[in-house]
């Protein structure tokens, strides 16, 4: 049974925004680090963004700047809040709880004009 579901992936033009949000079937992974990861066509799986239990960020260098992650353990989600999207930033985003190394079906956002 999946116990991450990917939402909010989508089509947006360059420079356009997006926000996605993980959200989980149990409370437990509001006490785990979760973190977003990425995999574009014919490239390996990334990693871009990652949230501790106490909300600590930490980004990648490739979407540092553009890219805020942050957590509501009210509604047991995980969002990433996506600015200034550019056509490199096209790949399947996946949620991934870094404690149990679990893992969403992931979510397609395609930046294109």
């Known amino acids: 049974q999946v116990q991450l579901v990917e939402s909010g992936g989508g089509l947006v033009q360059p420079g356009g925004s997006l926000t996605l949000s993980c959200a989980f079937s149990s409370r437990r992974f509001n006490g785990y680090t979760m973190a977003w990861f990425r995999q574009a066509p014919g490239k390996e799986r990334e990693w871009v963004a990652r949230?501790?239990?106490?909300?600590?960020?930490g980004y990648s260098d490739s979407i540092k700047d553009r890219f805020t992650i942050s957590r509501d353990k009210s509604k047991n989600t995980v969002s990433l809040q996506m600015n200034s999207l550019k056509p490199e930033d096209t790949a399947v985003y996946y949620c991934?709880?870094?404690?149990?190394?679990?893992w969403g079906r992931g979510t397609q956002v395609t930046v294109s004009s």
């Open positions: 991934r709880s870094i404690n149990t190394d679990e």
């Open positions: 949230i501790s239990a106490n909300d600590n960020p």
